[in-house]
């Protein structure tokens, strides 16, 4: 769902604890001769069993540079394996990070950041000498090596392991698996995600505003959960999660991924499921439907793009690969059927990515934002969006992205003005999806601030056992957003009157 301008927001920040470490880099020049010409700060936002991931800033404080390229050697053998911000390479235990294209400009007295995830053993210790052009950066000696964190994932049975001996349904969220076209729990018992969406994630950081939009402090997420809900959806912002440098330091990197597990562990702690979501993307985009002119993730883009978008999944995954409770949601929107000449070229651009006709930035498909979730050993659930802003699934089963877990759930969107919003189109559809996998209505909404369009939704989807999800918990104009509340005390609008009360009906 595209977004009403913000002109004002409060920031609600909650801050998690996580294992970092940060090397900050000050000095003084020899003499009184010229300053240092570089200062550099190297941190470590989150750090898994085998992997971690890092970001490297630099200032420069000598004349102004037209490309730069920084330096350091990995001292305990850590190996890199991906970056952002930069033209990443290893050669050995040297790393280097050259500049990209659009940000090769670096004034006197500027900085740029640049992450990249790796790979360690051992002792993850942080590099200790850095260069910029060739030249020495003013260094200090850091903090001692991370200490390696004891994950504690609860076990869960794969496609080898034997039959789990029935037990208890756990309290609260389910750890969720696809059975046929169910999703169910660790009993095999059959799960249905209700809820809504919590907007503000993906937009507030980007605009310079905060990070949430509104409250997600306890409060708020008891409000949600006291209408019955069990699924909370939140949308995130790909650049403010990985620490782009075009994002206010306060709302990126360590900051933004802290408050966005923090509301994750919220959700969890009141029986919801979360259900993160990659919503704004990088690449610039001025065709058909265009969102923006903006290559940074300030709208919503035709598809996610190859420079980052598996890069962001790496890191969403290692961090919740360890509590199958946690949902990914691949992509919240994609459009490429508006920038391709064909339907056909649209489901070939959406599954495998790469150089599509009318997209200008190189295209990540599904199958790879699937691969990469997959490859850091994450099972949890994954929901892949269809075409036309998630509103066509008509291809979904022909072209869906393959997963060695079996793991995957077809995820739709619907409003009253889009293209399939009919029980006939849904009959045609939908029906055929939801009789292979399981279907998840991600947004359902409507612009009327009323909910006769919704209740027919959810009539078509309770008939057959399916999932979905009410546009925003959010206190905007409910006739724009639309939004279901018009306080975070869960004040219903007109709109949000009838999925509130359909599902406290429900339970």
């Known amino acids: 769902m595209r977004h009403p301008p913000r002109t004002s927001a409060l920031l609600t920040a909650a801050a998690l604890a996580m294992v970092s470490c940060a090397l900050a880099v000050t000095g003084t020049a020899a003499g009184a001769a010229a300053p240092p010409p570089c200062t550099v700060t190297y941190s470590v936002a989150g750090q898994w069993a085998g ?20 330096g350091f050697g990995f001292p305990a053998g850590q190996a890199l394996s991906q970056g952002w911000g930069a033209k990443w390479s290893q050669t050995g235990s040297a790393v280097t990070a050259a500049n990209e294209s659009w940000n090769a400009a670096l004034a006197s007295g500027a900085s740029v950041t640049t992450g990249f995830i790796a790979s360690w053993s051992g002792a993850n210790t942080a590099p200790g000498a850095f260069t910029l052009n060739g030249a020495a950066c003013t260094t200090d000696s850091g903090p001692g090596p991370i200490p390696t964190p004891t994950p504690t994932p609860t076990p869960t049975p794969t496609p080898t392991d034997p039959t789990p001996t029935p037990t208890d349904p756990p309290p609260g969220a389910p750890e969720l698996s696809v059975t046929g076209n169910r999703l169910t729990d660790r009993n095999g018992a059959t799960r249905r995600l209700l809820g809504v969406n919590r907007s503000g994630g993906e937009f507030m950081c980007v605009q310079g505003h905060g990070i949430f939009d509104g409250p997600v402090d306890d409060a708020s997420v008891r409000a949600i959960a006291d209408w019955k809900a069990n699924t909370v959806r939140i949308p995130l912002n790909e650049e403010c999660w990985l620490g782009l440098d075009n994002i206010k330091p306060e709302y990126r990197g360590t900051a933004y991924t802290d ?16 259900v993160v979501e990659l919503h704004w993307t990088y690449g610039q985009y001025t065709g058909n439907s265009s969102g923006c002119a903006d290559v940074h993730a300030s709208c919503q883009k035709p598809m996610p793009d190859a420079q980052y978008g598996p890069a962001f999944w790496t890191s969403v995954a290692n961090t919740f690969k360890n509590d199958r409770r946690v949902v990914f ?26 150089t599509c006709p009318g997209i200008g930035y190189e295209v990540a498909g599904m199958q790879d934002l699937v691969d990469a979730v997959r490859a850091t050993g994450a099972r949890n659930l994954v929901l892949v969006p269809g075409i036309a802003y998630s509103n066509d699934l008509s291809q979904w089963l022909t072209h869906s992205p393959t997963d060695p877990t079996g793991n995957l759930a077809a995820a739709w969107h619907v ?13 045609s559809t939908l029906a055929p999806v939801a009789a292979r996998v399981p279907l998840v209505a991600g947004e359902i ?17 309770d ?14 104009n409910c006739n724009s957003g639309p939004a279901l509340i018009t306080s975070y005390d869960g004040t219903p609008t007109a709109f949000g009157t009838g999925l509130r009360d359909h599902l406290r009906a429900l339970n």
């Open 51 to 70: 992997g971690f991931q890092g970001a490297v800033t630099v200032t420069n404080n000598s004349s102004a540079l037209n490309g730069w390229s920084l």
């Open 259 to 274: 408050a966005v597990r923090g509301l994750v562990d919220r959700v969890l702690a009141h029986g919801m499921t979360p």
């Open 329 to 354: 949601d691949l992509f919240n929107e994609p459009y490429p059927d508006r920038a391709t000449p064909t339907a056909a070229q649209a489901w070939t651009c959406w599954r495998d990515g790469g």
């Open 415 to 427: 409003y009253n003005f889009n293209t399939c919003s009919s029980e006939a189109c849904w009959d």
């Open 445 to 461: 909404g409507e612009n009327t601030c009323a909910h006769g369009f919704v209740d027919r939704v959810m009539k078509w989807f």
């Open 463 to 476: 008939d057959r056992a399916l999932s979905y999800l009410g546009w925003t918990w959010n206190t905007w």
